[in-house]
């Protein structure tokens, strides 16, 4: 009984201190940060000149902040269409430590409303990742969202994330649950680790001493 004890303990702790790392470093990475005020459209375009995408700056043309009254978010209420009315491009600077790894994980589908079919999409984050989503078979309330991840290591104290459409006209790569979290150091799980084998430790002596 006490080892079970020691042991679920020690799973907790494992998993509080993975929460802990996997912070994430983006803000509105979810675009739950504000509500969208043209509710009858069902979203709000914001360009790059009055920006107002809380977190992001717009660097190029326009985005629409999407609610779940047009198409249905990954999570939450609201996504991204990268295209507000052509290709637009997203960025935020992340506070980072130099050789830590890194990681960058989003979802994404395709405004299904109209074409191109494929939604192009390139992810900066030192290295240049292109991605691309086929919206066909898809629907506003059949996104079909999926989740990319990838890993990269710091280079500087400050590192740009930035999301860039390649597709033109309205209709371009959605975007929900962006994040980036620092992976923890193996140095941690060695710790805990170490921590797992000593709490198994005292659960068998205080067993020893019932028995004895
Ligand atoms: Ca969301
Ligand atoms: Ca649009």
Do not use: C
Not at 78 to 87: E, M, R, V
């Amino acid at each position: 009984m006490q080892k079970i004890h020691a042991l679920t303990l020690a799973v907790a702790l494992l998993a509080g201190a993975t929460q802990a790392n996997a912070t994430n470093l983006v803000a509105n990475g979810g675009f739950e940060s504000q509500t969208v005020l043209n509710t009858g459209a069902g979203f709000d375009t914001f360009n790059s000149i009055s920006q107002g995408l809380t977190g992001w700056t717009v660097n190029l043309r326009t985005v629409d902040l999407v609610s779940n009254a047009y198409w249905t978010a990954a999570s939450g209420n609201n996504s991204l269409d990268l295209n507000g009315l052509g290709k637009g491009v997203i960025s935020q600077v992340l506070s980072t430590v130099v050789g830590q790894v890194y990681t960058l994980s989003f979802e994404l589908a395709g405004n299904p409303v109209a074409g191109p079919a494929i939604k192009g999409l390139s992810v900066n984050l030192g290295p240049i990742g292109l991605y691309s989503f086929d919206t066909t078979g898809h629907s506003t309330t059949n996104m079909g969202w999926t989740r990319y991840t990838t890993q990269f290591a710091a280079v500087s104290t400050s590192t740009t994330l930035s999301f860039a459409s390649q597709v033109s006209g309205p209709a371009g790569p959605a975007l929900d649950n962006i994040s980036v979290s620092a992976v923890p150091e193996p140095e941690t799980y060695a710790l805990l680790l170490a921590g797992l084998g000593l709490m198994g430790t005292v659960a068998r002596s205080r067993q020893l001493r019932k028995a004895a």
